[in-house]
C-alpha cells in the first residue's frame, strides 16, 4: 500500500513559535507538494519540490519555507506562526511523468493561538 | 494561477445519475485530474484525463473537452457512501508537476 506520512494530525501552536510539519513517503516518489485546505478557499499550493534540495514555489509561499534533505522527506516550516495559518496542511507525492496521480497524506490541523 | 470553476454545492437521490461541470482557463494545459474528498479524509484519485472524450471506470466517468476548458465527472447509480466532495483540479507544463485545484463540489446524496 503506498503511504504519505504526516507528522501530526493535530497541533496547537502559539503565535510567533517556529512550526516544522513533516511528511514522508515510501513510494520512491521524485515530487512533493505542500497544500493549505481553507473552508471556500479549496486546496491551495504552498510549496513543491521535484528533486532533493530543490524547491519552487506554489500560490502562497508567504510565511513558509521548505527543507528537502532526503527524497522521502519533504518539511514545511513555518517562521513564525501566525493565527492567519491555522488550517489544515496536506502533503502529497507523485511520481514523475506524465500521467501520475498524487497521493495525499492524512492531513495536520494546526491551530494557532 | 489558473482559473478553476466548480459547483458549490449539489443534491441528489441515491440510485441517480449525477453531473458535476468543471470549466479551466489555463495555457500549458497537462491533464485533468478528479479527486474524493470524504470529511475529515485525504483527498483520493479518481480519474484522470490528458486528451478529450470519455474515460470510463466502474460507476465513474470523467469527461474532458480542451478546446472548450471543459471536464465533467459522472456518478452512476449513487450510494449514500458518495457524499464526498469532488475536487477537480489542471496540471501546467510550467509549474512542474503540481496540481492545481479548484474549490470543490460538496454533494450531499439522500435516501
Known amino acids: 500500500d503506498v503511504k504519505v506520512t504526516q507528522s501530526s494530525r493535530y497541533l496547537v501552536k502559539r503565535t510567533g513559535e517556529k512550526v516544522f510539519l513533516e511528511c514522508v513517503q515510501d513510494?520512491?516518489?521524485?515530487?512533493m507538494f505542500w497544500y493549505r485546505q481553507d473552508p471556500g478557499l479549496g486546496l491551495r499550493l504552498i510549496y513543491f519540490?521535484?528533486?532533493?534540495?530543490?524547491?519552487e514555489k506554489g500560490d502562497i509561499p508567504e510565511g513558509y519555507s521548505v527543507s528537502r534533505e532526503k527524497k522521502e522527506r519533504f518539511s514545511l516550516i513555518l517562521e513564525s506562526a501566525s493565527t492567519n495559518q491555522t488550517s489544515m496542511y496536506l502533503c502529497?507525492?507523485?511520481?514523475?511523468?506524465?500521467?501520475?496521480?498524487?497521493?495525499f497524506g492524512q492531513g495536520t490541523r494546526l491551530t494557532v493561538v | 494561477g489558473q482559473n478553476i470553476d466548480q459547483p458549490t454545492e449539489m443534491t441528489a437521490t441515491e440510485g441517480a445519475i449525477v453531473q458535476i461541470n468543471c470549466t479551466y482557463q489555463?495555457?500549458?494545459?497537462?491533464?485533468l485530474f478528479w479527486y474524493q474528498q470524504h470529511a475529515g479524509e485525504a483527498p483520493t484519485f479518481l480519474s484522470y484525463?490528458?486528451?478529450?472524450g470519455l474515460e470510463e471506470k466502474g460507476r465513474f466517468s470523467s469527461f474532458l473537452s480542451r478546446s472548450k476548458g471543459y471536464s465533467y465527472l459522472l456518478l452512476k447509480e449513487l450510494q449514500m457512501k458518495d457524499s464526498a466532495s469532488y475536487l477537480c483540479?489542471?496540471?501546467?507544463?510550467?509549474?512542474?508537476?503540481?496540481?492545481?485545484f479548484g474549490k470543490g463540489t460538496s454533494l450531499l446524496v439522500t435516501p
Open positions: 502529497a507525492s507523485s511520481k514523475a511523468g506524465q500521467n501520475t496521480e498524487a497521493f
Open positions: 513510494m520512491d516518489h521524485e515530487n
Open positions: 519540490s521535484y528533486d532533493v534540495k530543490m524547491k
Open positions: 489555463t495555457s500549458g494545459f497537462n491533464g
Open positions: 484525463n490528458v486528451l478529450d
Open positions: 483540479a489542471v496540471r501546467v507544463r510550467h509549474s512542474g508537476y503540481a496540481l492545481n
